[in-house]
């Protein structure tokens, strides 16, 4: 029986990291497991040039706390006013690692994103051209489309033809939640990747709403039926290379989840690599976690695994904080439901 794991130290692709007391109270609880991070540009207002993005990278590492090390890697949010000039000067000059494609309204802070499609298309392709990969959040937001459904027809209705008319277009689907989208990564090519978060890997939807509503495992997208749950898990688990780790750890402080219109996002940086080793354990398939965490991010990203290692032992149940004091008010930690056994040793 495996009671000890090595691994190179993961990184997270798809990271909510927010601005001010809630970045300060945050950042300590990625950069403690992970090297580094795509961070989310969603910010208000949204980081959409190459100059906000390089003002919100210095106030990252300026919360930074000392003796930690964390790299962030910086995403523009795509407008339809985005300038090409400017996304490739940002590329190029290594400041940004990817830009983000937010359908607007279809989350938090997306009400800048995108609506014709159309109108994006020169920056999609010079993206293709100079190989930087477009970071998509996966789901259509016409009201008559079923909130369970949007991920799939999203599929059909932009993403396919996005493709299609971009040859060489790098995509990550982020956070995917339908066996839908696993198939359809699973059928493409080497330029299609796809992130699976932490919680999509351990709730479905009657998590959220059996016994009464549990605001926080509310998130966007929504966790779906218990078969695309398992088709998730498949995925993760399975080895396949285009599947990687993106927590989409997304904060809010309590008071903005616990009312009547609360905010969606699960808070999973704390105790994260707790639970992949759970899920991965039960699953068998705890020799599959370093490239789901570690290897298989890097290599779509063209990066360089990181050379520095993290340490897993198993016994009594873990002990993680259930909440994260901020300034701004309390930000409650997520919660699998069940006991941990899998604890990252630290110094």
Known sequence: MTNTLTLRRPDDWHLHLRDGAVLTAVLPETARDFARAIIMPNLVPPVITGDQAAAYRDRILAALPQGMSFEPLMTLYLTEDTDPDDVAAAAASGLVTAVKLYPAGATTNSNSGVRDFDNVRAVLERMAEIGLPLCVHGEVTDPEIDIFDREAVFIDRVLDPIRRATPGLRVVMEHVTTSDAVDYVKAGNDDLAATITTHHLVINRNHILVGGIKPHYYCLPVAKRE???????????????????????????????????????????????????EVFEQDGALDKLEGFTSLNGPAFYRLPVNEASITLTKGEPVTYPEKIACDDGPITVFDPGYPLHWAVQRD
Do not use: Q, Y
């Open 227 to 277: 078969t695309h749950r398992l088709a998730l898990r498949d995925a993760a688990t399975s080895g396949h290379p285009r599947f990687f780790l993106g927590t989409d750890s997304a904060p809010h402080v309590d008071p903005l989840k616990e009312n009547s219109c609360g905010c969606a996002g699960c808070f999973t940086a704390t105790n994260t690599m707790s639970v992949l080793a």
